[in-house]
């Protein structure tokens, strides 16, 4: 039997000394411990991010600060440590201090390309990095709007687009963007090629009616508890012509995580919309990833209203209440 492996010299040793199978003794022993250091330094990488979290949850910066300094003498600037560091910025952010907060997403940002640039190696490797330089971004760019600095936000999200527009954090990108400038602006279009339920109809089509977006995602918790309020409203706005439209997306996985293939992930998505979605099973839901980077939607639910011109009335990362859902359907509608 192999031992669990063990991740101190004195476990190492006691677990090899109870490996009694002839010539693999060694073979056993050698493989614990190459692998040990590794197993150390990845539970140390995991426990780093969620200590961070849960200090600046208590609003201890000072602990935090700490947890980050340890951290980085003994095992250097890694994707784990720049995660943790961009959640600095956005403890800092969410305190509204945006000092600290540019200072702490300006380093996550020149650490995160310093690293992509002397490792050669591109952002999606591995799941950190694109966290930690998105949130860097996203945080960038706030304190930039906060301080009046509206046109360098947007110059620098576009040029961000340009580099990282064919990477995962480009919706996250594009939501930023779109959150200073796509109020007021025609509705981009959405791609219907693929679809769940009725055959969506163009924008386009839609000029003269209100229209909401709700853009949802199979494993999404908050966009089930907002079905009843966007069905509430779909009825009580109908004498106003509203129409709602679903999109979503495929993510590669299904139930519990569990990885699928496009057919198996659709299949369950039409399970999820008969038990959850119920009182919407009739709304178009367009399937499309290109929708979701067209209108920034990395949170979900993103719920955009449009008036009857096809202009964007309100863009909303995140669920809403009835009251407030339905004051933005009243704007549009009257508009």
Known sequence: MIPRFATSPRLIHDQVMRIRMGKWELVFAGILLWVAPWVALSSAQADLIGDVRAQLAQNSFSAAESELSTYKAQHGVTPEYL???????????????WDQAAAYASETRHLSEQQLATTKRKLD??????????????????GMAENGQHAQAVSLLRSALARYGNTSIRARLQKNLNLLALVGQPAPPLQV?????????ALASLKGSPVLLFFWAHWCVDCKAEVPVIARLRQEFAPEGLVVIGPTQLYGYAAQGADAVPGQERAYIESVRARYYGSLQNMPVPLSKQNFNAYGASTTPTLVVLDRAGQVAMYHPGALSYDELRSALQKAVAR
């Open 125 to 142: 490797v591995e799941p950190h990095l694109p966290i930690a330089l998105g949130a860097a971004y996203e945080v960038l760019v706030q």
């Open 83 to 97: 995660e943790a560091l961009s959640w600095m910025a956005r403890g800092a952010a969410s305190t509204k201090h």
């Open 193 to 201: 090629t693929q679809y769940l339920g009725p055959k969506p109809p």
